[in-house]
C-alpha cells in the first residue's frame, strides 16, 4: 500500500489556455510518484500510464520537443531545432477542449492535411517558421468561432514586425509567435503587456 500523500500546485498558467497544462502537472506528479515511493515503471510504462490521461499526456510528460502522431501518443524525434524565442499571448476569455472540439466535429475535417518535408535540421528560426506557415492548426477556426476574442488576438499577433509566425496553441485560447530572436521577443512582449492589460503575456524559449 502506498504511503498518504499530499500535493501542492502552484498554477502558473490560465485555465483551459491550451498549453497542456493540467497533462504537464499529471506528468510531473507521475515522474515525482515514480521517484519518491522508488517505483518499478519503465520509461514506456510510465508513457502508457500518460496516455491514458490524455492526448497530450506523453508529450508533456518527458518535456522534450517531438512531432506527435495518432491522439499524440506516438512520438518521434524533430529534426535539429535552432533556439526559438517566442511570445505567449492569452486574451483572457477560456476555450474548453470539449466544446471547442464538438464544433470541429460539427464542421467536418477540412482535410488535406499532408506534412511537409522536413530536412534534418533547421538552420534557422526563419526556415523553421517557412515550414510550419505550410501547417496548420484545424481547431483554430471552431476556437475563434466560439471566442472571437481569439482571432482578434492573433490579428494583432501577425501584424507585429518582430513576428514570423503566429498560432493559436491547441485548442486555444492562447496563442503564440514565433520572433527572430531573444531582443525581438522581449520587445514584443513588453510592448502587448503595456498595450494589452487584459491579455496574459510572456517571452518564452521552446527547445
Not at 491514458?52 to 524533430?78: F, T, V, Y
Not at 492548426?137 to 466560439?146: F, I, K, Q, S, T
Not at 520572433?179 to 502587448?192: D, K, M, T, V
Amino acid at each position: 500500500a502506498f504511503p498518504p500523500l499530499r500535493l501542492v500546485l502552484r498554477k502558473e498558467l490560465p485555465i483551459a489556455a491550451g498549453l497542456g497544462g493540467g497533462s504537464s502537472d499529471a506528468g510531473a506528479a507521475l515522474r515525482l510518484l515514480r521517484e519518491a515511493l522508488q517505483l518499478e515503471l519503465s520509461d514506456d510504462a510510465l508513457t502508457k500510464i500518460a496516455a491514458g490521461l490524455g492526448a497530450d499526456g506523453p508529450m508533456c510528460l518527458w518535456r522534450e520537443a517531438a512531432i506527435a502522431e495518432g491522439r499524440g501518443e506516438q512520438l518521434s524525434p524533430p529534426p535539429g531545432l535552432p533556439d526559438i524565442h517566442a511570445v505567449l499571448v492569452n486574451p483572457g476569455v477560456p476555450s474548453p477542449t470539449g466544446p471547442v472540439y464538438r464544433a470541429y466535429d460539427a464542421a467536418g475535417a477540412p482535410g488535406g492535411a499532408d506534412r511537409p518535408a522536413l530536412p534534418d535540421a533547421f538552420d534557422s528560426v526563419e526556415e523553421l517558421a517557412a515550414v510550419l506557415a505550410a501547417c496548420r492548426n484545424d481547431l483554430e477556426a471552431p476556437a475563434v468561432a466560439l471566442a472571437p476574442a481569439i482571432g482578434a488576438a492573433l490579428q494583432v499577433l501577425r501584424g507585429e514586425p518582430e513576428v514570423l509566425l503566429a498560432r493559436m496553441s491547441g485548442s486555444g485560447a492562447t496563442c503564440f509567435a514565433l520572433c527572430g530572436g531573444e531582443l525581438e521577443a522581449a520587445s514584443l512582449a513588453e510592448r502587448l503587456a503595456a498595450e494589452r492589460a487584459d491579455w496574459w503575456v510572456r517571452v518564452c524559449r521552446l527547445a
